[in-house]
């Protein structure tokens, strides 16, 4: 099995398992992937108003050591980085879920849709997609401003 295969069946796989958490925790944002180009697509579910922001939960569970999860743009423009440091964890290969939080720019949400892509990066390896069971799901919420 090339490398290639095996990183389009890795990114399958966390497509298939977010789906299902995202189906689970039923916030109303649905994913799904464009499997070529590794994408994620979250839709929201209704329109963002004039006085809201929207930003991606991110619920993660256990990463290899010293890993982090960057989140990007389809264009490559890095959105926010998991660092995982000090996230409270269990015995190993039980690490406890973690959610962290990631403003979106404006610009990130389109016809009331969201593409993210995300990548495992760890020393001395090659950039991945992450594991189903390294990233749980992923949520948007809508956070309120004021201008």
């Known amino acids: 099995m090339t ?4 990183r389009r069946q890795l990114r399958f796989a966390t497509v298939i398992a977010v789906l299902i958490f995202s189906s689970i925790l039923g916030n109303g944002a649905f994913a799904q992937m464009e499997t070529q180009q590794g994408v994620i697509e979250l839709t929201l579910p209704r329109p963002v108003s004039g006085n809201e ?6 619920r993660t569970r256990a990463l290899p050591k010293r890993a982090e999860i960057r989140v990007t743009a389809p264009d490559g423009t890095l959105l926010g980085t998991i660092s995982p440091y000090g996230a409270p964890g269990t015995p190993r290969h039980e690490a406890a879920t973690a959610t962290y939080t990631i403003p979106l720019p404006t610009s990130a949400v389109s016809d009331d849709h969201v593409e993210l892509y ?10 991945r997609a992450p594991w189903p069971v390294e990233v749980e799901s992923l949520n948007l919420v809508y956070v309120p401003v004021n201008d």
């Open 3 to 6: 490398a290639a295969t095996c």
């Open 53 to 58: 922001k929207v930003w991606v939960e991110v």
């Open 118 to 127: 995300l990548e495992v990066d760890e020393p001395d390896k090659p950039p």
